[in-house]
C-alpha cells in the first residue's frame, strides 16, 4: 500500500501562489504515477494535474494549463503541486493519488489517495 498525505494548502487571494506538497509512505518503491485532483463543494471531484507513463512527461487539466505545475523529489517521496495565479473558481480540496495502471485523468485509475487539503482563494 501507499500512504499519502497532503500539506500546503490554505487562504490567498486571487493572483497569490501556493505550493501543496503529497508525502508519499509505504510501497514508496512501486511504479506508480502521482496525480492531482480537486473537489469544490457541491461539484465532482476534477482532474487537475498527473504524470503519464512516459518518461516525465506531465499533463494538466484546460483550467489551470500554465499557471499549475506538477513535480517529484523522489529521493524525498514527495510530490508538489505548484499553483500560481490562483483564482477564486480554484478553490477547493485538493486531493493527490497514486496509480498502477490506466489513464491519468481517471479518478477510478487510482488506487490510493490522500486526505486532502483545503485551497480558498478570495477575490
Known amino acids: 500500500q501507499v500512504q499519502l498525505v497532503e500539506s500546503g494548502g490554505g487562504l490567498v487571494q486571487d493572483g497569490d501562489s501556493l505550493r501543496l506538497s503529497c508525502a508519499a509512505s509505504g510501497r514508496t518503491s512501486s511504479n506508480y504515477r502521482m496525480g492531482w485532483f480537486r473537489q469544490a463543494p457541491g461539484k465532482e471531484r476534477e482532474f487537475v494535474a498527473a504524470f503519464s507513463w512516459i518518461g516525465e512527461r506531465t499533463n494538466y487539466a484546460d483550467s489551470v494549463k500554465g499557471r499549475f505545475t506538477i513535480s517529484r523529489d523522489n529521493a524525498k517521496n514527495t510530490g508538489y503541486l505548484q499553483m500560481n495565479s490562483l483564482k477564486p473558481e480554484d478553490t477547493a480540496v485538493y486531493y493527490c493519488?497514486?496509480?498502477?495502471?490506466?489513464?491519468?485523468?481517471?479518478?477510478?485509475?487510482?488506487?490510493?489517495w490522500g486526505q486532502g487539503t483545503q485551497v480558498t482563494v478570495s477575490s
Open positions: 493519488a497514486a496509480r498502477y495502471s490506466g489513464s491519468y485523468y481517471l479518478r477510478s485509475a487510482y488506487d490510493y
